[in-house]
Structures are given as C-alpha cells and as structure tokens.
C-alpha cells in the first residue's frame, strides 16, 4: 500500500459526458501528478499540482482540467469524452525535495 | 527530448531463470533512473532507483546499475520466481526534485513453474 488513495476505481460512462477522479496523496506529500495510461499511447504525464498550484503540464488536453485543495487532496476532470479516453487514470504523489513518487492504485474508465 | 526505451516484451522465463531486461534513455541533464512494476490488476509500485552515474539501485533479488557511458539503466534477476510475472516500466525524470516521471513503453515478464 502506498498511501495514496484514488476512488472510484471504477467509472463507466458514455461519450459527451463528463467525470471527476480523486485522488488523496500520502500524507506529506504535496506535489500530486496526475497520469494517463493507455494501450496506445503507453504511460503518459498529463498535469503536476504543488501546494495547490499547477507546477508543470504534459499531454492534457483541453476537455481535461485537474486542480488541488487546500487538505492537498485533487480532482482530475474529464468532460466532453470520446471513446478514446477510455484509459486508466494514476494518481502519484511525492515529497518536495523528493524525487521518487508513489502511485495510487488508479481509476478505470470506460466510455461507451 | 528526453525518453526512455525498453526491449519489447512479452519476456517468457521458467523459474530460477536468469533475467534481463534492457533500457536505454536519453536525456540532455543527469536523470535520476528508475524501476515500477505493475501487478496484474493493481497500481505502479517502485523497485528500484538510482540517482547518479554508477548508482545501483536493488530490492527483492532485482538490481540495476546506471551507466552513463553506455546510456542504461538495465534491469537483472538471478532466479526469477513466478510470483515475478509482471509488467515492468523504466522511467526517469531529469535532477530537479518534483519533475514528471517519463516512461518506456512497458516490458511484460511472464514466468512459468
């Protein structure tokens, strides 16, 4: 267990509609990154969030948006989704200071 | 930019078999070089890492070692067991703390008693 939590683990939805993930870092942790994996495209970085504010971002398209709290815990939204957002979805969280980070068990979406 | 790749898999071993598998990476600093493993079903755990040229990084039988001059970061066992079969990823980031991990495309290790 790494300490960081994401719910749900599960999410089914259908095209044009919209979704969020959680994630809840380990405690300490205040960088959250946010990553896309897909069959195609492989282990992809889409946003990193510090403290509450975005430090960096990657492959995110713009139908994605992520933002952290104040308790350090983040929302990754997903809206007007296609097919091929059909992915799993990890949540990594680190010290700052810290190079190594520590991944959630992810969330699985299915858009039909 | 920087990247990270790794032999195609599937890799296909009996138990107690030697295991290698290879990555190379490019990258314009001094990366700090890592191992995840993904379970099947589960999340990314680390297993290992180095942060500077010969480091090497080892946990549960597993070992690598970070080449400079050769660009790699190879990941060895020296009797996989079939609880090994997994999904491995090497992956960097460049040497400022709090940067985004980048990953090769996934080795898939299969082994059979």
């Known amino acids: 267990d790494s300490g960081v939590t994401q719910t749900p683990k599960h999410l089914i939805t259908a095209t044009g509609q919209r979704v969020t993930l959680r994630c809840s870092p380990r405690?300490?942790?205040?960088?959250v990154y946010w990553y896309q994996q897909s069959l195609d495209q492989g282990l992809q970085f889409l946003i990193q969030?510090?403290?509450?504010?975005?430090?960096a971002k990657g492959n995110i398209l713009e139908r994605f948006s992520a933002q952290q709290f104040p308790d350090l815990h983040s929302e990754l939204n997903l809206s007007s989704l296609e097919l091929g957002d059909s992915a799993l979805y990890f949540c990594a969280s680190s010290v700052e200071g810290g190079e190594t980070q520590y991944f959630g068990p992810g969330t699985r979406l299915t858009v039909l | 930019g920087d990247s990270v790749t790794q032999m195609e898999g599937p890799v296909t071993l009996s138990e107690e078999a030697f295991l290698t598998i290879n990555c190379t990476y490019t990258?314009?600093?001094?990366?700090?070089l890592f191992w995840y493993v993904q379970y099947p079903g589960e999340g990314l755990q680390l297993l290992l890492k180095a942060t500077k040229a010969d480091d090497k990084g080892s946990n549960k039988g597993f070992e690598a070692t970070y080449r400079k001059e050769t660009t790699s970061f190879h990941l060895e066992k020296g009797s996989v067991q079939v609880s090994d079969s997994a999904v491995y990823f090497c992956a960097l980031t460049d040497n400022q703390a709090g940067t985004a991990l980048i990953f090769g495309k996934g080795t898939t290790l299969s082994v059979s008693s």
């Open positions: 969030y510090y403290n509450g504010e975005e430090r």
């Open positions: 405690s300490g942790d205040l960088s």
């Open positions: 990258a314009t600093g001094y990366p700090s």
